[in-house]
């Protein structure tokens, strides 16, 4: 009677590959499970920590990451960590409710790096708790509008540039055009609106008059020292000063593990050359910040 021949010994290659292939998968579900374990994927109890960085021109990332955690019960308490001039108008706001909605359900404590200005500072005001350190420049409460006309440089070289609108203030900022007395004026009232957004919503946030607000609302950049005096930050101390506190005031002790986001990809310069283009150059023309 001949012998049936089992499947190893009928195909060695084919078994052999088999083996490697569940090898692997053995090996990277352990250490999935690792990593959930050392960054407290699986602890009942955790922190958050949400990152603001750079300009800001888009909050998608930022305000989904937010929301996320104030939807996930296992994270107690988080950490908003700034390091940003501020940026566009809108995102600016977006964050800022984002924040506000999160601090509601949970304890919130912002670390200012090196920079915590303008829509940076807005975006942080909802805070529970602010840290700055001493030496960390913020504030910046105002607006700006950039652009740059190049009309008379267009003419002297023979070119003379038209711009056809529908109405006197379609083309405000366009760098073909120059201002007229009324376009300012219409622009003014646009900057003057966002500032009045911007003096009103850090007034509320930190539970302050208006009239102080208003006193440092002149566009200044200050120190994490001065800020304090000024009543805009709660603090004086670095990310793990912050921590502590947030700890604290979620009722943890000891170790706790943090989970950290939004993960966000590297634009293509920095990755190839270690660089971004400037604000400048990715926007041209007219331009309305807080920055």
């Not at 303008?118 to 001493?134: M, R």
């Not at 939004?262 to 400037?278: D, N, Y």
Request: with cysteine; proline share 5%; glycine share 10%.
């Amino acid at each position: 009677m001949e012998q049936r021949l089992r499947f190893s010994q009928r195909h060695p290659f084919l078994f052999g590959v088999l083996l490697i292939i569940m090898a692997v998968a053995l090996v990277t579900g352990a250490m999935a499970i690792f990593r959930g374990l050392e960054s407290g994927g699986f602890a009942s109890e955790r922190l958050g920590e949400v990152h603001v960085d750079g300009v800001i021109m888009d909050s998608a990332s930022i305000v989904d990451y937010i929301r996320k955690l104030t939807d996930d019960d296992s994270i107690k308490g988080v950490l908003l960590r700034v390091n940003s001039p501020g940026g566009a108008v809108a995102p600016s706001q977006e964050i800022y409710e984002a924040v506000k909605n999160l601090a509601a359900k949970k304890p919130v404590v912002a670390s200012f790096s090196t920079v915590a200005a303008s829509g940076g500072y807005y975006a942080a005001a909802p805070c529970t708790k602010i840290f700055a350190n001493p030496g960390t420049l913020t504030a910046s409460i105002g607006v700006k509008v950039e652009f740059v006309t190049v009309r008379d440089a267009l003419e002297k070289l023979g070119i003379t540039p038209e711009v056809l609108t529908t109405g006197p203030f379609k083309a405000s900022g366009s760098p073909l055009e120059t201002l007229t007395d009324g376009q300012r004026m219409q622009l003014m009232s646009v900057i003057e609106d966002l500032h009045d957004q911007f003096v009103t919503d850090v007034a509320s946030a930190r539970g302050m008059k208006r009239e102080q607000v208003e006193a440092v609302a002149d566009g200044r950049a200050v120190t994490g020292r001065q800020a304090l005096a000024y009543g805009l930050v709660d603090a004086l101390g670095s990310r793990r000063n912050a921590i502590e506190d947030l700890k604290r005031l979620a009722g943890l002790e000891g170790p706790v593990p943090m989970e950290s986001g939004p993960v966000v990809e590297e634009p293509l310069m920095q990755k190839l050359f270690g660089v971004t283009l400037p604000f400048d150059v990715l926007l041209p023309g007219l331009k309305i910040s807080y920055q």
